[in-house]
């Protein structure tokens, strides 16, 4: 077994009850079901005919229907299964063992452990006061990754700072816009050189136990990452039910916009519980209590059968980030916080 691996902790996913008796608002899984186009294509493609045969390897069938909609060429999008194999493909085809992966901090916890598996160095750069990227950016890196909208926090900052910051650091960077589509806009059209844009199907199309992702990257590089992803990383079934989905704008519209009015109820709510809160640009919120420990809230609420998400960074602190769910489902949660901060 190789050193690192026997060194480092992992990643821990968000809790995945087999119940179903909790209320999940913890792993920022859309409420909502996915657009109606995606049982009917997967139902047509529960064929034998279809299951006994291999995928496409390129998804081709998702890159032609996904470019006029992104604004795009096909050759630019890379298929992966999630956001998360996207991110694994980059690293392993850029980060050399003993090289420089760097994140801002805090942010998605998945990026040290693509190092660690590396072989490579991770190294963190805390956000400003006000949530944006360092100027200048301090360090060399091989590879930077940057969530926009971030996780935990839900803030936003200008993509176009990805440019300085592809430029400052002297390596290539992935904006990682797993919660753009909740956003006022994206870095879509920043694709090209060194910067790849990471995109995933799970939040805002609903498709979270299908596993699809994309990214967004310069003609020249999407064939370097090709040689480097699984043969077939995408089945039959996840490319029919992204194609379909990525289809249906007007549905994709429709949800976006409860969940953002949804969010914007949630935000306000935990104010006026004496909670301090983020306003945040993503399907969730981070909170924090100055009174009752995060951690005890967190505990009563999953007493309640109530799930959302506790998270402890070095030099930041803990809080809890909360999935909006339908307006049914907040209320429910409102009711419960209530109770236990009275």
């Known amino acids: 077994m190789r ?42 493609n529960l064929t034998s005919d279809r299951l006994r045969k291999y995928p ?39 980060v050399p063992e003993g090289g420089v992966l760097a994140s801002l901090t805090p942010s998605y916890i998945l990026y040290k452990s693509l190092a660690e598996i590396q072989g490579a160095h991770f190294l963190t750069v805390p956000f400003t006061a006000d949530w944006k990227i360092p100027s200048p950016w301090p360090l060399q890196a091989h590879l930077v990754c940057v969530p926009n909208p971030n996780s935990p926090s839900g803030t936003f900052f200008d993509p176009t700072e990805v440019l300085r910051l592809a430029q400052e650091s002297g390596g290539y960077v992935v904006l990682d816009e797993a919660y753009a589509d909740f956003a006022p806009t994206n870095g879509l059209h920043l694709a090209q050189g060194k910067i790849i844009v990471s995109r995933t199907l799970s939040k805002s199309y609903s498709l979270a136990g299908i596993r699809f992702g ?34 249906d704008q007007a549905y994709l519209a429709e949800i976006k916009a409860k969940l953002i009015r949804t969010r914007e109820r949630l935000y306000n709510a935990l104010l006026e519980l004496g909670l301090s809160a983020i306003p945040s640009q993503a399907n969730f919120v981070w909170c924090r209590s100055s009174g009752l420990p995060n951690q005890v809230i967190y505990q009563k609420l999953k007493e309640r059968k109530i799930l959302v998400r506790y998270m402890n960074y070095p030099d930041f602190g803990d809080g809890l980030r909360i999935t909006v769910g339908t307006d049914s489902e907040i209320d429910s949660l409102l009711k419960a916080l209530r109770e236990i901060l009275s």
């Open 3 to 44: 050193p690192n691996i026997l060194k480092m902790a992992g990643y821990v996913p968000g809790e995945q009850p087999r119940d179903g008796e909790y209320l999940k608002l913890n792993t920022n899984e859309n409420p909502y079901p996915p657009s109606p186009r995606v049982f009917e294509a997967i139902q047509k």
């Open 56 to 94: 496409e390897p390129l998804g081709d069938s998702f890159r032609e229907a996904a470019a006029p909609i992104l604004g795009v060429a096909p050759e630019q999008i890379l298929i992966g299964n999630g956001s998360d194999d996207i991110l694994t493909i980059v690293t392993r085809a850029i």
């Open 214 to 247: 994309f990214a967004v990257a310069d003609r020249e590089l999407v064939p370097q990452f090709i040689k480097v992803k699984d043969s077939y990383n995408c089945d039959v079934l996840s490319l029919a039910a992204a194609t379909a989905a990525i289809r």
